[in-house]
């Protein structure tokens, strides 16, 4: 502001966001007569935080006369981040009783990392309209702009900045235009295919191939390197598989296929899009062939910023659970104080059964019990066998039961949660009377430590195998009942937010997918649209 910084106590909004005290402190340090155009990122236009929606009201009911919404990629190469600009006069906010939203898709430039020039900006366009409606409150509604009466913001008081909100037409989604696929493609040119032999573990470039592993391997030879100018969607052309990429990469092995959207679409609005498309499985054989016959809808620029804006929203929320239950393992605190035992002083140990395959049957029967293999409890699969009860005496198991896996990759992993009879390759460890709960030795032997003691038990060998001795020897801390039931309790209430993490993955995985298929073919107002297309109500920090 004019005459340097005026020193104050406290901003207007309260808020440790600082886009949003940023923006408070321009607005509330202009003259009476003062103006500002504050360029700001799009959690401004449209977050749900209670400190964005005070920073919008201050705004539309004291400062703002216009928002200019400007395309993904304007900063580029410096940033790729989705702004607007927000246009401040105290004077005309007074004298307006309406906000004027101008919607610019082409800056003249192309939204790569050159930036070169392109036909049909609409910045001049903008600039003439915006000094119109300063000068005389005139306006007539084009393409790329309209006026929002301030009551129509404020409606429904989050005072959404994002005006195609407002718009009000009708909009049948499946009116978007439909084009061929290889339409929306810009050509490119390959360069050097790495063979998959040739990979190295390290190197100064990432391998991107058809695999399912994001990078395959490293290469060093900066003469075979894939240059990027806007981010691309690599296509499996045998694996179908789809990966978005928006770094220099070395092209892996064979059947990549290069996908690079043009200026129409946004790079990651086109990969969303497309990963959604259904390609019959031929095996082996090439598959771009089905996919380039295909046809895509086709919304505007602004639509699909906004639909790509809602899907990060719900990707963060799903990193964040994914990062949860990957980090989380059961780790018990031990006192010094607790006796340490044997695991053989204080268990009984029973090994499962052998059944020959012709007598295990793969549905239920009078008579039979559930086979309990090692896949039941590694993968929790219901894919049961079944096997005459008598041929399990003394081999039965509760869901409450301790399980070990003896033989095998998976050799020292820990279950439980079934009834049936045991095969020969788990054993069940079962607590003495008085000694150990069923639940506080389960999570003893899950937890961190003592699942390193396991993988140290079965190393070495030519098949990873466990020995009765050996684990009998293993020390476990033994404290008493009620102290065990409280470290058990207090281990399930983390498994339960763990739990939780987990729906909440599958509950955001299926809503980005709900939110492309409404494009390839619901019907909408396009006010549902829009509004859909806003910030997701769920406020997360940056990790």
């Known amino acids: 502001p004019k005459g340097g910084i005026r020193p104050h106590k406290k901003f207007t909004i309260s808020s440790n966001r600082s886009e949003v005290l940023f923006v408070d402190y321009i607005a509330e340090h202009l003259n009476p007569n003062g103006k500002a155009g504050i360029i700001v990122p799009e959690g401004i236009i449209f977050q749900s935080g209670t400190a964005y929606k005070d920073l919008r009201k201050m705004l539309v009911e004291n400062h703002l006369y216009a928002v200019v919404s400007l395309p993904a990629g304007v900063f580029n190469p410096y940033s790729g981040v989705k702004t607007s600009i927000l246009l401040m006069d105290k004077e005309i906010a007074k004298t307006r009783e309406e906000i004027l939203f101008i919607k610019i898709d082409n800056d003249g430039y192309n939204l790569g990392a050159q930036r070169t020039a392109v036909k049909g900006g609409q910045l001049e366009e903008a600039i003439k309209l915006a000094h119109k409606f300063i ?102 052309d045998h694996t179908r598989c789809f990966k978005y990429v928006d770094f220099d990469f070395v092209l892996g092995a064979d059947g990549v296929k290069i996908l690079q959207p043009t200026n129409e679409f946004h790079p990651k609005f086109f990969f969303y899009l497309i990963r959604n498309i259904d390609i019959k499985n031929l095996g082996y054989s090439r598959h771009y062939k089905e996919l380039k016959e295909k046809q895509i809808p086709h919304p505007p620029l602004s639509i699909q910023e906004e639909i790509v804006a809602e899907i990060e929203g719900y990707q963060k929320i799903i990193d964040g659970a994914k990062a949860v239950v990957a980090n989380y393992k059961p780790k018990i605190d031990i006192d010094p104080d607790w006796e340490m ?17 012709p007598l295990q049957l793969t549905s239920p029967k009078d008579g039979y019990e559930k086979f309990l293999r090692i896949e039941n409890y590694t993968q ?111 281990i399930e209430k983390e498994q339960a937010l763990v739990n939780a993490n987990k729906q909440l993955i599958e509950i955001f995985e299926q809503k980005i997918k709900d939110r492309i298929a409404k494009v390839w073919g619901q019907e909408k107002t396009k006010e549902e649209f829009l509004n859909m297309a806003a910030e997701p109500q769920v406020e997360y920090a940056k990790s």
């Not at 929002?148 to 989604?173: M, T, W």
């Not at 389960?442 to 684990?471: C, H, I, N, W």
Request: charged share 25%.
């Open 135 to 236: 000068e005389t409150g005139e306006f007539e509604e084009t393409p790329i702009a309209h006026l929002v009466p301030k009551v129509e913001i404020a409606k429904k008081g989050d005072f959404n900045l994002s005006g195609e909100r407002y718009k009000e037409q009708i909009q049948i989604l499946t009116d978007f235009p439909l084009i061929d696929f290889e339409d929306a493609l810009d050509k490119v040119t390959y360069s050097t295919k790495i063979k998959s032999s040739d990979y190295k573990e390290e190197g100064t470039f990432p391998v991107i191939d058809q695999s399912d592993n994001f990078i395959a391997g490293f290469w060093d030879n900066p003469e075979d390197v894939f240059r990027i100018t806007k981010p691309v969607t690599i296509f499996g």
């Open 341 to 357: 035992l044997e695991l053989g002083e204080v268990c009984d140990f029973s090994q499962g059964t052998q059944v020959d395959k």
């Open 380 to 490: 929790l699969s219901d894919d049961f066998r079944y096997i005459p009860t008598e041929l399990g005496k003394n081999k039965h198991v509760s869901a409450d039961d301790v399980v070990v896996v003896r033989y095998g990759a998976s050799a020292g992993f820990i279950g439980r949660g079934f009834d049936g009879i045991l095969a020969n390759n788990l054993f069940k460890v079962a607590p003495r009377k008085n000694t150990v709960t069923n639940p506080y030795l389960y999570y003893v032997l899950s937890s961190v430590d003592y699942q390193k003691k396991f993988t140290e038990l079965t190393a070495g060998g030519a098949m990873p195998a466990l020995s009765f001795r050996t684990v009998k020897e293993i020390l476990i801390p033994i404290p008493e009942l009620g102290v065990q039931n409280k470290i058990v309790a207090q």
